[in-house]
DNA sequence: ATGAAAGCGCTAACAG
DNA sequence: CTGTTAGCGCTTTCAT
């Protein structure tokens, strides 16, 4: 039962046009009943309904964000700046937490549907085109951002995985590195299989056999499943000199693990990790790691879905690609013991 | 232009009314055209528009959340164990960072009235009364978190920031320490200023004099900060031999100067940092810390909201308080040169 | 210069 | 068993 424009207008001894006139400023009244109007609105506290409009004008200015974790940092960040620039377009953000359940997404999916937001942000958790087929059928703006699924007509925002890794690797390999241990992630998105690509390819482009072995899955992104795959990897025949992993949680895990085994980092072991969290720089080492271009993502992310609301047709669906960057610290160093 | 139940009405041969007692179950509706309208809904894409329910039985089933920054991971990790718990009441949550602007707060709240959100819940940056009262005169549920004002009649939990700081310190005088750096704050709030007062007490408590010249100040919540404070401390006349900081990455950029001054932690100085985010358990040494409690924090306030909503009055307003807990580990040991 | 009233999508009371 | 319609809060057209 909150205050309505009814309450306003009886107060005011006005018209309910009236009111709205005075709010929106949409056509001509009286010094007088403006003045009657506002000190009404003051005196009841009305805020007006936003609701009411978007079931006329059809916007709601709100935009659903999903990804699988703000509690991740860097998702965290990314979601911050992503509401802090719709925020500027007075837009607002609801957000949900897949936690890497598809089921979950699907109905927070629905959900947003039926708030009726003006568009969609989301770093899926399904790999289901027929899911978001669903979604894109209904004329809402969608936009994926980190993940990619191929042959769905949706804009795309992704960070180009397969240089960043290729080129963190080619690093270790110019350090003198060959018993490159890489910490895999247990998914199947594109950014993951991307990721490994790059390793793969940096390995065989300077001539070093890809060893199976030498590959580990994490799951998760805490540090315990990093400090776990890194034990793996240094109780192997062949002991790496080097640890690539795809979180830098997971590297700080690795790291500890490492530390923890009477190892030196990186005398005798080099760690890469991945994303450039904060704590990254303040870690005893600093980790080397390859800095996920936050700002940039949101950026794009947002003027993409922004023009999307405004004109649906304003252009093709695009695919942008932003390249991360190596950020080399202590945690990286020269092999100690080439053979 | 989405659809609405007129399309789907029209399509399934049906009326209006029929299509709504099939969607909500609220009448009995023959085996076939319930059949029919689902087809039509499923052929359509038809997703109901929630919001026109809420200008009738006045629930919008979302709720503001309105904090400094989701990007700290603390926060985040609160608001993604409340957006968790309140979908599943079928709530959904704006997110909102004031990014310490009092003004962006005050926008961001009337913003949340105007979408007539169900309550709100927030981590207030401003410590103005006047603005809150307001709310509060609106009816809508306001549920303060980690920040107390006094004299305000409103819902709040926080953590109890004086025991917590006063067991830290009493932890580090039982460990011989008498020197002992406080890093502090720039805020006013209720929070920081009970922390300080833990301080304090636990000092005098033991028979040893508060000395302002070390107590230093930190803007902020990222670890250059922290550095610089420790540096401050660091070159006092009496050098303290710990130091306590009121967050971890404070505590963390203390660390590392400590490290790149060539000191030793825990040896030449003990380092106490607050929240006990992740990775203080992967640092190194890893990081003795006052334990957040998030996921209580976030459960009473869920709990007391959802009450609030589904029955204003039911209780007057609470003031629930939760003790943190001491988390003892490496960063902080007994003091090497007692004098 | 201002008011009356239609209509947005949907639910629920009323009609049959 | 199903359809017709009022009405939620507000904007906007039409009327005066």
């Known amino acids: 039962m909150s205050i309505t424009i009814k309450d306003v207008a009886k107060k005011a001894g006005v018209s309910i046009a009236t009111v709205s006139h005075v709010l929106n400023k949409t056509r001509y009244v009286s010094d007088e009943l403006i003045e009657n109007v506002n000190n009404a609105v003051d005196e009841l506290g009305y805020y007006p309904n936003l609701l009411v409009g978007s079931l006329r004008n059809k916007k709601t200015y709100t935009i659903g964000l999903i990804m699988p974790s703000i509690s991740n940092e860097t998702f965290g960040r990314l979601a911050e700046n992503i509401q802090q620039k719709l925020f500027k377009h007075n837009y607002n953000i609801i957000i949900c937490n897949t936690l890497y359940d598809a089921d979950v997404e699907q109905a927070e999916l629905r959900t947003l549907l039926t708030k009726k937001v003006d568009g969609i942000i989301i770093i899926p958790t399904s790999t289901n085109k027929k899911i978001f087929e669903k979604i894109i059928n209904t004329k809402v703006p969608l936009i994926f951002v980190d993940r990619i ?33 890489y910490i895999d992630r247990m998914t199947d998105h594109s950014h993951s299989v991307d990721q490994k690509k790059g390793y793969k390819n940096a390995l065989e482009d300077s001539g070093i056999d890809f060893k199976p072995e030498l590959v580990v899955r994490a799951n998760g992104f805490d540090y315990g499943s990093g400090a776990d795959a890194a034990k793996k990897l240094l109780n192997k025949v062949i002991r790496p000199t080097a640890i690539f992993a795809y979180f830098d949680i997971i590297a700080l895990g690795a790291m500890r693990k490492v530390l923890d085994m009477g190892l030196k980092v990186p005398n005798d072991v080099s760690i890469i990790g ?21 700002f940039k993502i949101s950026k794009i992310a947002c003027d993409i879905i922004l023009k999307r609301i405004k004109n649906p047709d304003f252009s093709k669906e695009q695919e942008v690609v932003v390249r991360p960057r190596l950020i080399k610290r202590e945690s990286a160093g020269p092999v100690s013991d080439p053979e």
Chains 1, 2 share one sequence.
Do not use: W
Request: glycine share 8%; proline share 6%; aromatic share 10%.
């Open 274 to 294: 991945c994303d450039g969290m904060p704590f990254t720089q303040s870690c005893n080492p600093r980790l080397t790691t390859i800095k996920f271009p936050i």
């Open 149 to 181: 699924i191929r042959n769905l007509k949706v804009d795309t925002v992704i960070v180009d995985n397969f240089k960043g890794t290729y080129e963190a690797i080619k690093y270790l390999i110019d350090l003198g590195h060959k018993k490159i241990g």
